[in-house]
T-cell receptor, first 117, second 111 residues
Framework: EPEVTQTPSHQVTQMGQEVILRCVPI?????FYWYRQILGQKVEFLVS????????KSEIFDDQFSVERPDGSNFTLKIRSTKLEDSAMYFC???????????????FGPGTRLTVL | RKEVEQDPGPFNVPEGATVAFNCTYSNSASQSFFWYRQDCRKEPKLLMS???SGNEDGRFTAQLNRASQYISLLIRDSKLSDSATYLC????????????FGSGTKLNVKP
């Protein structure tokens, strides 16, 4: 069964450093997402991406964050200058294409645990 | 008011018990509804979509009440492997692609 993959599984970085989190969505999916989950808290939407551009972003997704689909398979989240409060689990997700039922169902990758020291 | 609210639990039940969770949502323009399951430090995994007429998948039954703006999940004959956090997820008609998550309800099934 196809699945979303993410690398690395765990990233440790120093405050102020740049990090890039990588995702490979399911191959025929068209919409891609990043979510984050701070330990013990709920999953929060960061950004959605469709047709090579951001379709929506949350207030969390400020100028320090960017996303890119550099080729036909990868989808990346970059944090330019990490802060302590960026420590969280970051999940990538993707949607299957329409038409058909379940097209708004999102499938999540295993996550990258980001620790900012 | 939060977009999606759930009782955090934990619900501690013996194996074989029936347990039910509710979730309320605040926006009447909510369109799609899901239950996801999340194991500790793992990704959310789709348990089931929730349809207007209610739906069942084995031991799991989901119901939607649009008038009262809540959805429910019923688990019959609980197994040890059902121990997890159950996440209520809602989308809106103005943006079906953005998932709004509840904080989750923790279930512990004990032998």
């Amino acid at each position: 069964e196809p699945e979303v993959t993410q690398t690395p599984s765990h990233q440790v970085t120093q405050m102020g450093q740049e990090v890039i989190l990588r995702c490979v969505p399911i191959s025929n999916h068209l919409y891609f997402y990043w979510y984050r989950q701070i330990l013990g808290q709920k999953v929060e939407f960061l950004v959605s991406f469709y047709n090579n551009e951001i379709s929506e972003k949350s207030e969390i997704f400020d100028d320090q964050f960017s996303v890119e689909r550099p080729d036909g398979s990868n989808f990346t989240l970059k944090i330019r200058s990490t802060k302590l409060e960026d420590s969280a689990m970051y999940f990538c997700a993707s949607n299957p294409p329409p038409p058909g039922s379940g097209t708004d169902t999102q499938y999540f990758g295993p996550g990258t645990r980001l620790t900012v020291l | 008011r939060k977009e999606v609210e759930q009782d955090p639990g934990p619900f501690n039940v013996p194996e074989g018990a029936t347990v039910a969770f509710n979730c309320t949502y605040s926006n009447s323009a909510s369109q799609s509804f899901f239950w996801y399951r999340q194991d500790c430090r793992k990704e959310p995994k789709l348990l089931m979509s929730v349809y207007s007429s209610g739906n069942e998948d084995g031991r799991f039954t989901a119901q939607l009440n649009r008038a009262s703006q809540y959805i429910s999940l019923l688990i019959r004959d609980s197994k040890l492997s059902d121990s997890a956090t159950y996440l209520c997820v809602v989308t809106r008609t103005d943006n079906f692609n953005k998932f709004y998550f509840g904080s989750g309800t923790k279930l512990n099934v004990k032998p």
